[in-house]
């Protein structure tokens, strides 16, 4: 079946832009997770969802950052007023939503703000 | 609060030899430890998970790794590498409380012929 998709694969955008990111998780699975991968990082745990609800957001590094889901389905994780140090690879994953289940992740956006 | 070393950076092997990629957890409970790889211009792909049972784990790709709670280590282990493996692999630490995944930074694995 479809795995997890990301859109757009890469973006540039000028510094003071805001961006929207999206993720569409495997069907069926009810948790939905954001992660940035920095250059010379580990993945950085962003934001979780469990159906429409956010119940951990300690990841978001700042209030420029934001993410919703709807429908308990796509996700978009939104930046605004991006700064060069939001340039990063964005990931998204999702599972079935148990601490056990397995996390399957999409193919990541390739953010570069200039 | 959770953490993952991967005191290792980059590690070169020849085709043929032996594979140990080093993780140590720091978790004050039993943790949930996972191992994936990102290979070039692709998404992560777990090779392999541990909750609890048996220590020794086996994954795809002929991975394996093994749980030592003595040393807070879950390292992953190859007999015989292939060009093939030639990627990024991630330790993560996950726990009963939460859903989310504690990565380490990664170790990048190069393989020569």
């Known amino acids: 079946g479809a795995g997890v998709s990301q859109s757009p694969s890469n973006k540039v955008t000028e510094k003071g832009k805001d961006v929207e990111l999206r993720c569409d998780p495997i069907s069926g699975h009810t948790a939905l997770y954001w992660y940035r991968q920095s250059l010379g990082q580990g993945l950085e745990f962003l934001i979780y969802?469990?159906?429409?609800?956010?119940?951990?957001k300690s990841g978001l590094p700042s209030d420029r950052f934001s993410a919703e889901r709807t429908g308990g389905s796509v996700s978009t994780l939104t930046i605004q007023r991006t700064q060069q140090e939001d340039s990063a690879v964005y990931l998204c994953?999702?599972?079935?939503?148990?601490?056990?289940?397995?996390?399957?992740f999409g193919p990541g956006t390739r953010l570069l703000v200039l | 609060a959770q953490s993952v070393t991967q005191p290792d950076i980059h590690i070169t092997v020849s085709e043929g030899a032996s594979l140990e990629l080093r993780c140590n957890y720091s978790y004050g409970a039993t943790p949930y430890l996972f191992w994936y790889v990102q290979s070039p211009g692709q998404g992560l792909q777990l090779l392999l998970k541990y909750f609890s049972g048996d220590t020794l784990v086996q994954g795809i790709k002929g991975f394996e790794a093994e749980f030592k709670r003595s040393q807070s280590s879950f390292n992953l282990r190859k007999p015989s590498v292939h060009w093939s493996d030639a990627a990024e692999y991630f330790c993560a630490v996950g726990t009963i409380n939460t859903d989310k995944l504690i990565f380490g930074t990664g170790t990048r694995l190069q393989v020569f012929p």
């Open positions: 994953a999702s599972s079935l939503g148990d601490a056990v289940e397995t996390q399957y």
């Open positions: 969802f469990q159906g429409n609800s956010a119940p951990d």
